[in-house]
């Protein structure tokens, strides 16, 4: 099952990449407008920041107390495997990869994979998705119940990221495949541990 989902994304990946990333750019272009406050105020940084702040907590919570409940030591795991998942996109994949953002193709850079010449301001995959994807295929993972919301927010935040120009539609299908697998690679981990 997972092989076909691995060759279900690299397909939507490949076609959204070739067919769809530039003229959905061209026509969403300066949708949200001043979309600039909402890019800081969520931006990596601050996201990265608040999921070690919660790991932290929980982790000391733990230490004093000796355990914590199954849905804390969940978000622990969760916070912990978006922190990792986004750190290899972030230094590894979008360096490997380098593909200009949408701002840059826009202005003329051309849209195709640099190998081995990207930044971290590079657009693919999303780092954004990784994040967010690697926290909720923990949970998603762990709590069945859980797949339609988190399910529903990843495309929010997906939908997001192409409106505010940050992102191709290739880029947050690979970022959320991505983090996805890495959380629910962690739950089954940790599920196996559990037993």
Not at 100 to 112: D, E, F, K, R, S
Not at 131 to 144: C, K, N, Q, S, T
Request: aromatic share 8%; hydrophobic share 55%; glycine share 10%.
């Amino acid at each position: 099952m997972s092989l076909l989902s691995l060759l279900v994304c690299m397909l939507a990946t490949a076609l959204a990449f070739a067919y769809l990333d530039v003229p959905i750019a061209r026509r969403v272009n300066g949708i949200l407008g001043a979309a600039e406050d909402l890019a800081s105020g969520l931006g990596s940084a601050v996201l990265l920041g608040a999921e070690a702040a919660i790991a932290l907590v929980l982790v000391i919570i733990r230490i004093t107390r000796g355990h914590l409940s199954p849905l804390r030591a969940a978000t622990v795991l969760a916070c912990l495997t978006s922190i990792c998942a986004y750190a290899i996109n972030d230094s590894t994949l979008k360096f490997l990869f380098g593909v200009p953002n949408p701002g840059a193709v826009l202005q003329g850079a051309q849209h195709a994979f640099h190998l081995l010449n990207g930044t971290s301001s590079s657009s693919f995959p999303s780092g954004h998705m990784v994040l967010a994807g690697a926290f909720a295929g923990v949970f998603m993972r762990l709590y069945r119940n859980s797949i339609l919301p988190f399910s529903a927010l990843l495309l929010i935040a997906a939908t997001l990221l192409i409106l505010g120009d940050w992102h191709f539609l290739s880029d947050v299908i690979a970022g959320t495949f991505i983090g996805v697998s890495a959380g629910f690679l962690a739950g089954e981990v940790w599920v196996t541990h559990s037993r």
